[in-house]
């Protein structure tokens, strides 16, 4: 079992900057994808960012150029570098991990609980 905690959250100004990271722990055997998803109130959840186990990141359209995702595979942790944040980027933001035990035939996907980033103009 995975365990991911995501931290980092908070309210701040248009134009601010937040840093958010997610922290796996419990039995990690093999992190392969790892994403960072939103959602707005009344919104369905949307992928904004992810970075394969090789480091090989791609974005969402909305947020390209200003977010940054990034991963330490030796300390088991997911960062989302936002700057520029606009009152669109409101939202609760969750990591997902692609993980596998090593022994299943197939991987497995697990979420944190999110935390909320609230951008006011």
């Known amino acids: 079992q995975l365990q991911l905690v995501e931290s980092g959250g908070g309210s701040v100004q248009s134009g601010e900057s937040l840093t958010l990271s997610c922290v796996a722990s419990g039995k990690i055997f093999s992190i392969n994808a790892w994403a960072w998803y939103r959602q707005a109130p009344g919104s369905q959840r949307e992928l904004i960012a992810e970075?394969?186990?090789?480091?090989?990141?791609t974005y969402a359209a909305s947020v390209k150029e200003r977010f940054t995702i990034s991963r330490d595979n030796a300390k088991n942790t997911l960062t989302l570098q936002m700057k520029n944040l606009k009152p669109d980027d409101t939202a609760v933001y969750y990591c997902?991990?692609?993980?596998?035990?090593?022994?299943?035939?197939?991987?497995?996907?697990?979420w944190g609980q999110g935390t909320q980033v609230t951008v006011s103009s």
């Open positions: 970075v394969t186990r090789e480091g090989i990141s």
């Open positions: 997902r991990a692609d993980h596998w035990d090593g022994m299943a035939s197939s991987s497995s996907d697990y």
